[in-house]
């Protein structure tokens, strides 16, 4: 299990991503929206959302499949606004190394978190 820990922390590593240090890529984001505030704000808004809704139902699931997928969604909403460390804790427990699921429910912790500050930091710059 300590070979495989070692593979997810090498998944989740934050040297890659803005070096700005903040939960979300705001350039990116603006990449992907062509510069339309609103529509950046109606992203960040539709992620806050589903961010809930799939922890929730990442918390609640019973077999690797409905944590996977939860997972995948969080993974693919994260990449979508720049929310790297998201996207790669989300990674980490949709496919964890060899099947290893207890160190995936291990990981689901970080995730709750990373999904949390990213969604601070959006209510902290959405007016």
Not at 3 to 21: Q, R, Y
Not at 33 to 54: D, H, K, M, P, T
């Amino acid at each position: 299990m300590a070979v495989g820990m070692a593979v997810a922390m090498k998944m989740v590593d934050d040297t890659e991503g803005p070096a700005s240090g903040r939960p979300i890529d705001l350039v990116h984001l603006s990449r992907h929206s062509l510069g339309n505030r609103e529509l950046e704000q109606e992203i960040l808004r539709l992620f806050v959302r589903q961010s809930a809704l799939y922890l929730e139902r990442l918390k609640v699931a019973t077999t690797a499949r409905a944590r996977a997928e939860a997972a995948h969604t969080i993974k693919g909403s994260a990449k979508g606004i720049g929310a790297w460390r998201v996207a790669r804790l989300a990674e980490a427990v949709e496919n964890p190394p060899a099947a290893d699921y207890a160190m995936a429910i291990e990981l689901m912790g970080d995730l709750e978190a990373a999904v949390a500050e990213a969604n601070a930091y959006i209510d902290a710059i959405i007016d």
